[in-house]
């Protein structure tokens, strides 16, 4: 079964300061698409940065960028400078390409502290 | 900027009675989806559909079902409401158009209480 694990249920930092949350997946497909997803509070889910697979580049969009580990299946998302407006629930999810399903992992809720 | 809404933001019923959840897009999506949120579990895939009339299970489409009877709109039925339906309920939608991996665009959810 394809399985996505975020391990930490929640992080807070203080503003300004760099966080990295981890995502680990398991699947034996090869072409796969990887995503982050934010989720403020009360406010609408929203994509945050995607990685192919098949792409040994790292993804960045402005302040936020990937450590995408294909062998050891990891997908780290590092937010740099972090900002009140980052607080909300940050989602992994992992889209094989034989499929339109997403999985999804638990979620990491992140504080940003003043 | 791609629209998806919902037709409530929170709802309460009791037990045995029939819901209605409705959701729209407002950018031409061939893809929907809705999924049920519950704190812990990150999000469960329900139904989805890649065209009118088309549905397909996903993980947990046991007392649900959905209609999609025009392009933009895509309904979920509980059909008689139990307590363990109690959650948080999100529409998304997305576009073959746009590749492979294409985004998800989601609406702002469903605070579904079943009493």
């Known amino acids: 079964a394809q399985t996505v694990t975020q391990s930490q249920p929640e992080m807070s930092v203080q503003e300004a300061e760099t966080v990295t949350l981890s995502c680990t997946y398991d699947t034996s497909e090869n072409n796969y698409y990887l995503f982050w997803y934010k989720q403020p509070p009360s406010r609408q889910m929203i994509l945050v940065i995607r990685q192919e697979a098949y792409k040994q580049q790292n993804a960045t969009e402005n302040r936020f960028s990937v450590n995408f580990q294909k062998a050891a299946k990891s997908f780290s998302l590092k937010i740099s400078d972090s900002q009140l407006g980052d607080t909300a629930m940050y989602f992994c999810?992992?889209?094989?390409?034989?499929?339109?399903?997403?999985?999804w992992g638990a979620g990491t809720k992140l504080i940003i502290k003043p | 900027d791609v629209k998806v809404t919902q037709s409530s933001r929170y709802l309460v019923k009791r037990t045995g009675e029939k819901v209605f959840l409705e959701c729209v897009q407002d950018?031409?999506?061939?893809?929907m989806f809705w999924y049920r949120q519950d704190p812990g579990l990150g999000l469960r895939l329900i139904y989805f559909s890649y065209d009118v009339k088309m549905k397909e299970k996903g993980d947990i489409p046991e007392g649900y079902s959905v209609s999609r009877e025009k392009k933009e709109r895509f309904s979920l039925i509980l059909e008689s409401a139990s307590t363990n339906q109690t959650s948080m309920y999100l529409c998304a939608s997305s576009s073959f158009r746009q590749g492979a991996g294409e985004t998800q665009y989601f609406g702002p959810g469903t605070r579904l209480l079943v009493l």
């Open positions: 999810a992992f889209r094989p390409d034989s499929n339109y399903q997403l999985i």
């Open positions: 950018m031409d999506h061939e893809n």
